[in-house]
């Protein structure tokens, strides 16, 4: 059987035409071999007048680069070095790094795009920066491994999420996004027509009424990660804009919908920490009403109500 031309790829990030490896790919056993690596500098060191050290860094990690000094690459720079993988000696190991036993050596460089100073520090401590600052710049922020690893770990989870419900025989269905107001629980926003004037489309505070049309249409079985916009006030679990996992089914039970999401979530806590969550424990809201005082309750506080009535029958307290 001959391949498509239209087959995908596997998953191989390093064979481009302009770089043979991403940067944390070379390990020891790479000793030797002429690479390509791009990405953006991380870090300068000035070792001497004719040798500097270059971090070359992209989305997988770091390499150390050993180039001419007459090489003007400052940090954030967009570059592409081919050298020599050589092993560090003893004493210049560092092992801090999963690249820190190598270094690329004999390199030549090509500037692809230079840098003004970046706005935002280039260490970790992003919660010290003002969050407006980091939003105006926001594909700087991106470059941090902590924003990296968030939406790559969101990019695995929603990938997770879609094979668990196709499993089950759900249908992905895209739903409108311009659409007529509908009665919700805030206020919408709203988009103002060209074609119209006076005349305005809401954005959807969630596909309600579409996914129920989908189960009046036989789809039988529906979902999709769902852009939700609601304009209403900013709260610490809520924002004018999210993502939820919209679900509707035909001719089910309440068991029936337990037992669709239990295996979704699941799959997505496998892809996001690694592991298979315990069975999700079962509460009716009669119980978390009497017990926590609430029908979303965090349990693993263990801060439950406890009935005192009778302690306090015969005497003045109310």
Same mark, same amino acid.
């Given at each position: ?20 490896h991403m940067c944390a790919e070379l390990t020891k056993a790479?000793?030797?071999? $002429?690479?390509? /690596?791009? &990405?953006? +500098? %991380?870090? *300068?060191? =000035? ?16 390499? $150390?680069?050993? /180039?001419? &000094?007459? +090489? %003007?690459? *400052?940090? =954030? ?242």
């Open positions: 059987m001959t391949s498509s031309p239209y087959s995908l790829p596997g998953n191989n990030n390093s064979a481009t035409s302009m770089r043979t790479d000793v030797g071999s $002429q690479v390509t /690596v791009c &990405g953006w +500098v %991380d870090r *300068r060191r =000035e070792h001497s007048e004719h040798l500097v050290f270059i971090d070359m860094r992209d989305h997988s990690g770091v390499i $150390q680069c050993v /180039v001419d &000094g007459s +090489v %003007d690459l *400052r940090p =954030e720079y967009v570059a592409q070095v081919t050298g020599t993988v050589v092993a560090r000696s003893d004493d210049t190991i560092n092992e801090k790094l999963p690249t820190g036993e190598i270094e690329l050596a004999d390199c030549q460089t090509e500037i692809l795009s230079v840098a003004v100073p970046s706005p935002l520090p280039r260490d970790e401590a992003v919660d010290a920066v003002d969050e407006t600052l980091r939003l105006r710049h926001r594909y700087i922020d991106m470059r941090k491994p902590r924003m990296q690893r968030n939406l790559r770990a969101r990019a695995a989870m929603n990938a997770a999420i879609r094979q668990a419900m196709d499993a089950q025989d759900f249908v992905e269905i895209e739903t409108p996004m311009l659409i007529a107001s509908t009665p919700e629980g805030a206020r919408d926003f709203v988009v103002p027509s060209r074609k119209e004037p006076g005349s305005f489309y809401a954005l959807p505070q969630s596909p309600q009424i579409f996914k129920q049309l989908t189960m009046l249409g036989g789809l039988d079985r529906y979902y999709q990660i769902a852009r939700c916009l609601r304009d209403e006030d900013l709260r610490a679990d809520r924002q004018f804009e999210f993502s939820q996992l919209d679900v509707e089914a035909s001719f089910v039970s309440a068991e029936d919908v337990f037992g669709f999401i239990e295996p979704a979530v699941a799959a997505a806590v496998v892809a996001v920490r690694g592991h298979t969550p315990e069975p999700f424990a079962r509460i009716t809201w009669a119980d978390a009403a009497e017990r926590y005082g609430s029908d979303k309750p965090d349990t693993r506080f263990g801060m439950e109500l406890v009935e005192l009535t009778e302690v306090f029958a015969n005497t003045e307290a109310r």
